[in-house]
């Protein structure tokens, strides 16, 4: 079998040209341009160039940024008071407190601040509880992992009743993609670093989602044939003949996988581009809540 290659960064190029076309919809109609807000505390240089990234997509969409830059020594207070300012200026309708966040600062409290109409990253603790209950809808889903859901379905798979495995259960990916496939009645099974015979476990996979920062670990073996592959993995490999002197591969060893999966996420270019995608559609979609409460 030669696996359909699912074109990620075609895909969030569609969905970020349907966002640019709503928000000129809506300035049009006399209503504020949607606006997010990045809060990047310390000088992480994987961070700065995401939140730069962030910000370039926004301006593209037409999507105001308010770009806040914080020293690595600043307190938890300073981080908390810039939240707690940025939830009440009527023009952010997104926040975004880019992590990881500097050891010594409590993410979860901050995190926490973040108001439930503006967190467009969907990590606040309600909107994951939300997400996880049956019969309730969070305001906003984590972007990676519901950027995973529009590839799986662009790709055609069948969600209801498929057995659908997660490699990772970290509170940005592996968790939030577990609990978008059990809403759609998939029959899930979530691994991490103490589970056993994870071949075994992904070979009974329809679905599979890697998300471990482990570069390759999925191999051709693991996958069942016809299997649907997202791999989340971002891994930075040595690599002599590149002039950085390393490329980037995934969580999957894509030159097996090929081979056996039905389709299957490239990296770069598979999930990647689709978080920024999902970014500006929930930054969208907190403007317009921000409509229906009458700002
Ligand atoms: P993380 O917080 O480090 O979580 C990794 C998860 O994988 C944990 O649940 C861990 O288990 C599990 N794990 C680690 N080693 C394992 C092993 N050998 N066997 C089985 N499970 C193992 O990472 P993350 O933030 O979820 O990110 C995962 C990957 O996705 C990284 O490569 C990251 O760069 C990438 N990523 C990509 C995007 C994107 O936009 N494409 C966005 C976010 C992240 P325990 O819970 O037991 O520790």
Redesign the pocket.
Known sequence: MTAQIIDGAAIAARLRVQVAEEVAGRVAAGRRAPGLATVLVGDNPASQTYVRSKRKACAEAGIESFPHELPATASQREVEALVQELNADPRVHGILVQLPLPAGLDEEKILAGVSLEKDVDGFHPINIGRLSMKGREPLFTPC?PAGCMVLLEEAGAQFKGAQAVV????N???LPAAMLLLRRDATLTI?????RD?AAICRTADILIA????AE?VRGDWVKPGAFVID????RVEDATRKSGYRLVG?VAFDEVKDVAGALTPVPGG??PM?IAMLLRNTLRGAELADARGE
């Open positions: 990676t490699l990772g259960r970290s940005i990916v592996g691994c991490h670093s103490r589970s994870l998300a471990v920062g482990r670990m989340v993995g971002i891994n969580d999930v990647g978080t």
